[in-house]
């Protein structure tokens, strides 16, 4: 599903052809939901919040897929960049009304409510990254974010990013050093707790 | 392997790019570290895992540790499964409900359908409330979007609820002429636009009774059509 979405299909539903329009839905989605997942984490327990503002996505790009033409720019360029305004928006109104606390902190928050220890696990170990996450560089999360939880290429988050593709690969890889040592000094930390 | 050396070097550069490209796709190198096993179980988190009823077998994911990431495979079958779900749920929805927008983009002829039922509905309440403006208002809109669907046999239901609420309407109308005249037209005496002289006798208007059509079905059928006849003469005369 993270594969480069078929030019032709994104052509068709831009020309408002339900199938097509259903399929690329279809195909989006997925990827949205956990790009506002992990950009907006669990608000209050939950990724509701998130998936709201995923569905916004998809009918914001619904909304402007008539006005795209491809230009040589893969189609994620076009999806991701408004996602990125719609997280913004989310994140600028949540601040605002200042009912929610920002993301980092409620990662860092124990469950109050775990599930079976299985999926405690797992959550934790989710949650955790996402800590580390939000210790890097913006540039260095953002790249990670759209490398592994939607799943486009080096190439697509160069075009998303602005930048080329080789400096997606660095940056990646500078990323992911500074995860590793994050990670072993945070385990430290909890075996030493 | 907390190594604080920046890898700069290519073959670092090439491995992690292929780890992320694999955990991208929901799969998990064997030779994975710690960290590289937190994405993978971070992107099986992110996955909307919430809604697990059937079909568990769609899964496309390749994992090469399946016990510890047979999580990561449900995830992605959950997620193939939310999506159906909200197809289903889109194509159901209501106008005014959340999901409306998208059904109106993806499930258009869907759309004009409810639309219409919601028109019609609207009208029925308006009917009963004695709101005949605003029911004539929704019986016209449920027309609009019934000339845009395709699908007949609905189309066709729906100008059966359309007609039943304009007969409805009508009969509701106090004094006022029914806003939609069956195509019987009766041509009434007021076609006297030029005498004011003499008001048209009113008595020809109710001609001779027509002699019991169930008699003789069969006989002469041609002498029935001439019943318009007696309005004619007396107008002509000036």
């Known amino acids: 599903m993270s594969a480069a979405i078929d030019p032709d299909l994104v052509r068709r539903a831009a020309q408002r052809d339900p199938r097509a329009t259903s399929a690329l839905l279809t195909e989006l989605r997925p990827g949205l939901v956990r790009y506002c997942r992990a950009r907006l984490g669990r608000i209050g327990g939950a990724y509701t919040t998130a998936d709201d503002v995923a569905q916004e996505v998809c009918i914001a790009v619904l909304r402007a897929l008539p006005q795209y033409r491809d230009e040589g720019r893969p189609f994620a360029a076009f999806v991701y960049a408004i996602a990125a305004h719609k997280v913004a928006d989310a994140q600028r109104a949540a601040i605002r009304d200042s009912a929610v606390t920002p993301t980092e902190a409620v990662l860092d928050r124990p469950d109050a409510a775990p599930g079976p220890e299985q999926q405690a696990v797992a959550t934790d170990l989710a949650r955790r990254l996402s800590a580390l996450l939000g210790r890097l560089p913006e540039a260095q999360r953002e790249i990670i974010l759209l490398r592994v939880a939607v799943g486009l290429s080096a190439d697509e988050v160069g075009v998303v990013m602005g930048m080329s593709a080789a400096a997606v690969r660095v940056a990646q890889s500078r990323g992911l050093a500074r995860l590793r040592t994050l990670a072993g000094s945070a385990l430290d930390e909890v075996t030493a707790a | ?238």
């Not at chain 2, 046999?153 to 004094?175: C, M, N, V, Y």
């Open chain 2, 1 to 238: 392997m907390s190594t604080t050396n920046p890898p700069d070097g290519l073959p670092t550069i090439a491995a992690d790019d292929a780890l992320l490209d694999a955990l991208g796709q929901g799969t998990l190198p064997a030779d994975a570290d710690e960290v590289a096993e937190m994405l993978a179980v971070w992107r099986a988190d992110l996955d909307p895992s919430d809604e697990a009823f059937e079909e568990v077998d769609t899964a496309p994911v390749v994992v090469l540790k399946p016990r510890r990431f047979a999580r990561v495979i449900m995830s992605a079958a959950a997620g193939a499964i939310l999506l159906t779900g909200l197809g289903v749920a889109t194509y159901q929805s209501e106008p005014g409900g959340p999901l409306w927008p998208i059904t109106e983009v993806v499930y258009p002829q869907q759309a004009e359908i409810r639309a219409a039922e919601n028109a019609i509905a609207l009208a029925g309440a308006a009917l009963t409330a004695g709101n005949r403006d605003e029911a004539a208002r929704q019986l016209d809109e449920a027309d609009a979007h019934v000339a845009r669907v395709d699908d007949e046999p609905a189309a066709r239901r729906l100008r059966g609820e359309i007609d039943t609420l304009r007969k409805r309407l009508a009969a509701a109308s106090p004094s006022t002429p029914a806003p939609h005249p069956s195509p019987s037209t009766q041509p009434t005496p007021s076609t006297s636009p030029g005498t004011a002289a003499n008001p048209a006798p009113s008595a020809p208007v109710s001609p001779s009774p027509s002699p019991e059509p169930s008699s003789r079905p069969g006989l002469l059928p041609s002498l029935l059509p001439g019943l318009p006849l007696p309005t004619l003469p007396p107008l002509l005369g000036n």
